[in-house]
């Protein structure tokens, strides 16, 4: 559905600071000064209004209207709150740029001015607490900082600029679902894919842009134990679920320290066990969340494989009935793959910010965890789509040691330098794509 702007101040604001060409101008004054004059109080509406996963109405609204303003043609609504903004511009490759919107159900306990106060309704009908505990706020302020100077400076790249905002990326959801609702048939395909993540890890100032894996594959599996319900003091009588359960998540940490090569990297981490009413009951059900993650497809059949077998085989040896096995059930539709940078065009895009932004600038270290994004979706193998991945410093380098993580209550980064360089960093990587040849 086309969308019509429903703010008249953002298309008359959006006129009066159209930048003047890159000749006449220079970009880090212009995102400066865009800035000081609209962005910083559009990330402060972003932080103070964060909505959950598949529940981005009035983000997508408000993201949605920045962007037509500035002279692209906008659509709501694909895959479910998903944005897509295209603007041509003569012959040329085709680079899409993307930032999510969601927030987290955690209760904002920051200290900052701006401090969320935002409740919703999640899609469980439960409702939570919303804050923007990963910076997505971040994501989308720069997108817009993004949309508006490479509109500018037209003079200065040829081809088709696609700007997305996507829904539900906290589910690891959202690409998926705008790629199912025709993202690359309704619109121009990409011959190049770019994002980045603020890093409350990271100092200000700098980028991290891997020219290999930037995140791992992601998955969610469930396991429901069956046993036999009994009394607490005659546990003969019945099958403990929670026994049962117990031995099931002791025995998955020997999965990744022996099943898999000791080069490999894999994680199975038990997020949640919820079983029994009462202490002097032995329940007849367990509920288990597992949250499984690996940096290559073979490992990650590996893991999703052996839970099966480890579920079944500790079922087995408790007695557990054939009838009553545990239920595995691999989620699918919180799964994602990893997501791996494109090499040359990693290394085109790094050598740009080292030549436009200083030699300083990169900074090379090991990935701390094993984090995941669906933006995978988006550059798998088979798209033939070249994706690049980075982060943004968004902490002062001395901070950065105690800066709450993400998804944290207490996450916080500084906006001003992380939304500057994240927008000038975007500009530089979209223009070097274009114009590389």
């Not at 004059?37 to 932080?47: C, D, K, M, R, V």
């Not at 001015?113 to 939570?128: F, H, L, R, W």
């Not at 508006?148 to 081809?159: E, F, I, L």
């Amino acid at each position: 559905m086309k969308i019509e702007v429903f703010a008249s101040f953002i298309a008359i604001g959006a006129l009066a600071f159209a930048a003047p060409s890159h000749a006449q101008s220079d970009l880090r004054a212009d995102i400066a000064a865009d800035y000081d004059q609209n962005l910083e109080a559009l990330f402060t509406h972003f932080h103070e209004n964060p909505e959950l996963s598949h529940r981005e109405f009035e983000t997508s609204k408000r993201l949605a209207a920045e962007i037509q303003a500035l002279g692209y043609d906008v659509t709501e609504g694909i895959g479910g709150t998903g944005v897509v903004a295209v603007m041509q511009n003569g012959e040329g490759p085709t680079v899409m740029i993307r930032a999510d919107m969601d927030g987290l159900p955690v209760k904002e306990d920051s200290g900052l001015s701006y401090m969320s106060s935002a409740t919703q309704e999640d899609i469980d009908g439960i409702v939570k607490p919303v804050m923007h505990a990963c910076g997505h706020d971040t994501h989308m302020t720069s997108l817009v900082g993004t949309a508006r100077q490479m509109a500018a400076r037209k003079d200065t790249w040829s081809g088709t600029i696609v700007l997305i905002g996507q829904p539900a990326e906290e589910r690891i959801s959202g690409a998926r679902m705008m790629l199912e609702d025709g993202l690359y048939k309704r619109f121009p395909k990409p011959d190049y894919a770019l994002a980045f993540h603020v890093s409350a890890n990271t100092p200000t100032g700098r980028i991290q842009a891997s020219t290999g894996i930037s995140y791992s594959s992601s998955d969610s599996v469930d396991i429901v134990v069956h046993g036999v319900g009994a009394h607490g003091a005659a546990p003969h009588k019945g099958i403990d679920p929670v026994l049962v359960a117990s031995q099931i998540v002791v025995s998955l940490q020997s999965v990744v320290s022996r099943t898999i090569a000791p080069q490999e990297a894999g994680v199975i981490t038990v997020g949640a066990i919820h079983g029994g009413f009462k202490h002097n009951i032995i329940s007849d059900r367990v509920e288990m969340q597992l949250t499984v993650r690996s940096n290559n497809p073979e490992t990650r059949t590996q893991l999703l494989d052996a839970i099966d077998r480890v579920a079944e085989g500790v079922a087995i040896s408790m007695g557990v009935p054939k009838k009553l096995m545990p239920e595995v059930i691999r989620s699918k539709t919180e799964t994602t793959p990893p997501t791996i940078n494109d090499t040359a065009t990693a290394e085109l895009i790094r050598a740009a910010f080292t030549a436009q932004l200083g030699e300083g600038v990169l900074l090379d270290k090991p990935r701390e965890g094993m984090g995941a994004e669906d933006f995978a979706y988006f550059v798998t193998p088979e798209s033939g789509v070249k994706g690049v991945y980075f982060s943004v410093g968004g902490t002062p380098a001395n901070e950065v040691d105690d800066a709450p993580s993400h998804h944290s209550p207490f996450f916080k980064v500084e906006p001003e330098p992380a939304i500057k360089l994240g927008t000038e960093a975007m500009v530089i990587a979209a223009t070097t794509l274009f114009n590389q040849n």
